[in-house]
């Protein structure tokens, strides 16, 4: 039995190596640019054409979307077959062939709330990159407290009348389709949440991008005029809405503090020792000459190597089958501060080099260190603020009490 | 030392405040900004010449008050509290006082008399690297029969981008990282082979990248001893220091004082965020800071007043303790305001952005800590 | 008016001048030595015996008390003749005649809330430095929570009846008489607590002293079982001793955040820059070796000016009649910060030089330091803990609210 | 690098934590203490010896179990939990590694099964100031007709007032502050000219000073290469700083857990003062702090045992981790308790003392930034 398994999987490493070998585009093995990432959906360009034959070409093999059941599309494989498709794709250097907050967030949670209409509807246009979706979740007066939230959705028999406005909704301005939570009841906060999907088409929606302190970005907000829902458009329950968007929150999580925080990877930004070595020079014995400086670029180091060593312990242990929840809970608030003590030591040394904005007279790669500080500021807010990540810790993992 | 502020002096504080709430509010360097004005702006440039801000340090005899850094400071904290971008620290600190106390009576009539009035601004072109380091100055000038050429450049010159008359720092003797052989010159805008390049900062107050290719300036261009501007130029940085803290003890007040503000009015959970006690904590070692940097921006201010003989110790106490602060303060202001901080629509990035150019700007905190240290003789 | 005054005070302080310079001992106008200090009492020995002679002049005069009623044994000067008083005596370094905390705590505390008959019973030996008073305060479950004190006095018609315990009562070993926080309600948290007096020397009172990570201390444990109070020895109402408590309070903390943390002045302790400088070195141009240590001690330094200069500040403008609170209550929080901080560097400048408990082998002064280190951590928990600090500053001055 | 235990790794962990919670809990060294035995403790050296704790890291044909250093690490964190006063460090890290990697095959046979076996215990007598610096060695070792005779003093020597045997640094060529030059020697305690002055230290493990007055010792006593002793002692010294970080982790956890269990059991308020949430933020970053310093130790162990070309740096990590870690938890273990946390009846001062001298031995947060950041190359 486990021989055999283990030729069968032999077998498809061996069929995929192939198939990979003759089906993707030789650009589709150099690394990443940002202008060629596939979004998926109506407004896709294909700045690349060879991405749209790569994509096209896993998305019929389901292998967009390796572990989804065949009969939504999907690539029906085992987990031990995913994980040889990823090993065969890193060994060729493949990139990935879509992007898309429909495979990391949506789809799943569709696969275990939606019923099966549902499910034949949506999961395949996302399987083929056909339907970009966006993430209706966080509104003006409910930031940290979520379930705060106050967009309505009125029953109006054949269809729910939605009305309200989400705030941080990632590119809702590219976006064919949204999830998004909706209050269906005043009477319970947690219990009076649904969770709907509809199209950012519909008559109603706007999306406004939003300006961040660090220049443009992903995030709009998102107005809800009197826009028509029908019905067979709920996931779920009515008012059942609430564990959908937690489980979900989950894959929004682990996602922010695995990517999340790659920062200034690739961007061609020395660390913050290079550039104190550089513009303050160093001693007979080569130490930076601000020792003051050097202590804190070394505190941070130190900082980093530790976090990293935590990130392998805690994968490791958790392979080894063992409970690595009390150190898993630390690595978002850890991963925050560090970025955010990364950058300003980053514009800190870079001295007046680092206080650009736009512009002649400054190097690029410095304007894009002064854009990341800023930009860093909000890893201790998305996704979780550090407070209640800290709150978090405290009760879940340290038991430590509410007031009575 | 008096931490006590005259009628006079605190008559010039409100009058400072009410300026800048009422003329200069945050939203006028939004305004300047997304207009593209980049911290040029003439029409409140002749605001503060009719309030006098600029003659404060100078002379009566040349058109200022002679009023004092007590005084400054009271101007300095209420600009820095709405972010306003002027040339008051370049002109009114620095210039006014390197010509006050290095002038001639020929160059005090012809330059100090119009920065007093404010016709005419000046910046300290001074820097050639990244990092506030004096010593360092390489920009040579060259004696000639009628004067000198100056052939070198300067990074991110303060002021560089509005000024109608730099204050170049250029060495006559030695080499650089050699303190002695520094000499300072008045260098109209104008004057052939220097140029100017305008900066679009973070913080939206502008500057200016200049170079020096065979500027020739004559003897009376001279300002001060051959040789030795580093005698004239250690009490003015340090007063740029302590004016330049008074300003960054007005924005972190300012932006505590939002803060604290938002904290009372933003609910989650059903909560004032304010009534958490963990923001309440750091709040209130927020405050402690303040209050602390306060004191040493106040001793700072009135030690120059009474040429005490620790100013240099108390300017370098003063401007790294309000660069901590601001920094601490400007990083909690966008966290407690959590995602609205993060927008451009909202003034917590504009005190972040400014913040981290007051902690540059003639040294920042590591700078200080370090001489502090020295002049405490460790 | 304002001339006659004047001249009144001039004559004063001439008569003043003439007297101390009659009847001060030259030995009294040295620094105080701490083996010399006097808190009066059954138990005071007067090691120095002109000690004994310059308090009697002066309690004579009832100048241990300049501002108290001449009634009850007190000076009875006016404000303006007390600072003649004291400037007099500065002027000649004259010692204070008498340590005593009925002079600094229950004396103008009584003075406020006792009746006529308590105070011509009391104020006289307080005066003359005859008993010695102690505090009865803090409990083992009532420390930040004073009020939550759980000491009871039960009303047996002629006396009360008092069980319980107290802690931190300091010097209790060495006291007469005891002014105590009892329970004589349970109905209301503060409104049961009354403010009672007794003679240590009663039957069932055990004070036994505490012995603190840092060594001896004058602080005891205070039992008492069955102590029978006279229902005299009452100040203020029946569950009215709240008011009087917070009152004392006030005298309390002032009388720490002004003198509470010399720490180690006059100990022969130098500073932490200068141990960093004897056993670390310098580099050639006379900086710290070790540039982090360096940093850290100049971090120190510079907060500890600027605390000086914050109390500066305050004291100026107080005299100039500003209103000071706000500034005023960061002191405590900032002076346990400094003082606990100063001697984390000090230990740490030290090296193995300050890691002795005592015995030969250790410079005495080392030791002396690192005791002060382990008693310094008691600076952020006496007389308020920090968190109430930060408590009291987030809410009176900040304005920030409690939960609703 | 391997963050997983194997089975028989966890067996010696759990066998060392039940046999630290039974026999040396918090409670024996204050009985030691309060008996006046200064950190000596016979009884226990010879239950530690039947666990064959002293012969981890010793090759099994001299008596050891070469179990590696991530076993040892279990052991040390154990012992830590407990602030236990043992030999362990000494014996069986320092004492054992030396005579392994730098022994001749009679060294090893005559002296190192004894240590292995806990019959002797050993003392590495190094540093002669009050701060870790291997180099500044200034005891001479001079070269005489049948062996070399050392004079000099060493201070504040761990384990000193217990070893039977002394492991001395002395100085065979050059000067003090230079690397090379160095020659250990291996020199019994009676040795003539030795002079142990034992120490009551705040910690109440103890330690002692030396003097060697002509101590006379013949070749034999000579410990690997002359002049060369800095190459393994390195190694060597990197071994105990990373034991030491296990033990010093060790305490911060036990530290840290009786704290939050007074967070769960102390009310004031009417509240568990566990509830309070800005002791709840500090407890939490505690934590993060703690998950973070296990993942250096975790590290630093396995790449002893995998000979990584990193454990210098990993050491230092590691080191400089904990220090930071048990001083934060000591002193919020002490302010978290309050009054009680200051009083002698209560552990929490037994932590805070003895975290001092973890913190400062074999070099101090500092002292390792700075080697990790040359290490790094700035």
């Known amino acids: 039995m486990a021989y055999d398994e283990a030729s069968d999987l032999e077998s498809f490493r061996e069929e995929t190596r192939n198939w990979l070998e003759e089906n993707c585009p030789a650009s589709m093995r150099t690394p990443m640019k940002d202008s060629e990432i596939v979004w998926g959906g109506s407004r896709e360009t294909f700045t690349n054409p060879d991405s749209k034959l790569w994509l096209e070409r896993m998305a019929e093999k389901g292998w967009t979307a390796p572990t989804w059941p065949a009969e939504y599309g999907g690539g029906g494989l085992s987990k031990a077959q995913a994980r040889v498709l990823e090993q065969e794709m890193r060994r060729i250097r493949a990139r990935p062939p879509l992007f898309s907050f429909g495979l990391w967030m949506f789809g799943p949670a569709l696969l275990e709330f939606g019923n099966d209409e549902q499910k034949k509807r949506f999961i395949p246009d996302i399987v083929h990159g056909k339907t970009r979706w966006c993430q209706g979740y966080s509104e ?3 930031g940290s407290d979520l379930a705060g939230l106050q967009t309505k959705a009125e029953d109006k028999g054949d269809h729910y009348l939605i009305n309200g406005q989400k705030v941080w909704t990632s590119y809702a301005d590219q976006a064919d389709w949204i999830f998004c939570l909706v209050r269906t009841s005043s009477e319970k906060k947690h219990e009076g949440i649904s969770f709907m999907v509809f199209d950012m088409s519909s008559e109603g929606v706007e999306a406004r991008p939003i300006k961040l302190i660090s220049g443009s970005s992903p995030f709009c907000e998102t107005f809800f005029t009197d826009v028509k829902v029908p019905k067979d458009q709920l996931i779920g329950q009515v008012n059942g809405g609430w564990p959908i968007a937690k489980r979900l929150l989950q894959f929004e999580r682990s996602s922010i503090s695995a990517g999340g925080f790659g920062g200034t990877g690739g961007s061609g930004i020395l660390g913050p020792e290079e550039y104190a070595k550089q513009h303050i020079g160093t001693d007979e014995t080569g130490r930076v000459a601000d020792g003051d400086l050097r202590g804190r670029i070394t505190d941070h180091k130190m900082y980093a190597k530790a ?6 312990r805690s994968t490791e242990q ?3 089958g063992q409970e690595v929840g009390h150190t898993a809970s630390i690595l978002k608030y850890a991963a925050a501060k560090m970025n955010q003590e990364r950058h300003e030591l980053l514009i800190e040394a870079l001295g007046t080099d680092g206080l650009g904005w736009d512009g002649e007279g400054f190097d690029p790669t410095a304007l894009k260190a002064t854009r ?3 930009r860093s500021k909000g890893n201790s807010i998305e996704g979780g603020t ?14 430590l009490r509410e007031h009575q | 030392m008096t931490f006590v502020l005259t009628e006079d002096q605190e008559m ?15 939203s006028h360097l939004r305004a300047l900004r997304d207009g593209g004005a980049n911290g040029a702006d003439p029409a409140s440039r002749e605001k503060l010449a009719e309030l006098g801000f600029f003659g404060v340090l100078v002379p009566e005899e040349f058109g200022g008050s002679d009023f004092g850094m007590v005084g400054m400071g009271q101007i300095m904290e209420a600009l820095g509290r709405t972010l306003a971008a002027t040339d008051v620290l370049q002109t009114g600190v620095i210039g006014a006082s390197l010509l006050t106390l290095a002038g001639t009576q020929e160059q005090k009539e012809s330059w100090l008399t119009k920065l007093a009035g404010g016709e005419f601004t000046s910046a300290l072109a001074l820097d050639e690297g990244a990092h506030h380091a004096p010593a360092q100055v390489a920009t040579e000038a060259e004696r000639d029969g009628q004067g000198y050429t100056l052939n070198g450049a300067k990074r991110y010159v303060p002021g560089g981008h509005t000024a109608d008359l730099f204050l170049v720092v250029a060495r006559t003797f030695g080499q650089p990282g050699e303190a002695h052989g520094l000499t300072l010159f008045l260098v109209p805008k104008d004057t052939e082979g220097l140029s100017v390049q305008a900066l679009n900062t973070v913080d939206s107050h502008g500057a200016a990248h200049l170079s020096l290719d065979g500027v020739h300036v004559g003897e009376a261009h001279v300002l001060g001893d051959v040789d030795k501007a580093m005698d004239v130029l250690d009490p003015v ?17 300012a932006a505590f004082d939002m803060t604290l503000e938002y904290l009372n009015t933003r609910r989650q959970f059903g909560q004032l965020i304010g009534s958490f006690q963990a923001l309440q904590h750091r709040a209130a070692q927020m405050f402690t800071d303040l209050e602390m940097s306060r004191s040493c921006v106040a001793a700072a201010l009135s030690a120059v007043d009474q040429n005490a003989a620790n100013v240099a110790e108390l300017a370098s106490l003063a401007k790294a303790k309000t660069a901590e602060l601001v920094h601490l303060v400007s990083n909690e202001t966008v966290q407690m305001h959590g995602g609205i901080g993060m927008t451009d629509d909202h003034d917590s990035g504009l005190y972040m952005k400014r913040a981290r150019v007051q902690e540059a700007l003639y040294g920042g905190a590591s700078f200080h800590r370090d001489r502090y240290a020295r002049l405490q003789g460790f």
Chains 1, 3 share one sequence.
């Open chain 2, 12 to 26: 010039l504080r409100d009058t400072a405040e009410a300026f800048a709430r009422d003329e200069l509010p945050v």
């Open chain 1, 318 to 320: 958790a392979k080894a």
């Open chain 1, 372 to 374: 990341g500080w800023l």
């Open chain 1, 307 to 312: 976090f990293s060593l935590t990130v392998q």
């Open chain 1, 386 to 399: 550090s407070e209640i990540n800290l709150n978090v810790i405290a009760k879940r993992v340290l038991g």
């Open chain 2, 237 to 253: 940085l340090d007063r740029a220091r302590i004016a330049l803290a008074a300003e960054t003890l007005g924005s972190a007040q």
């Open chain 1, 140 to 142: 003006p007066g409910a």
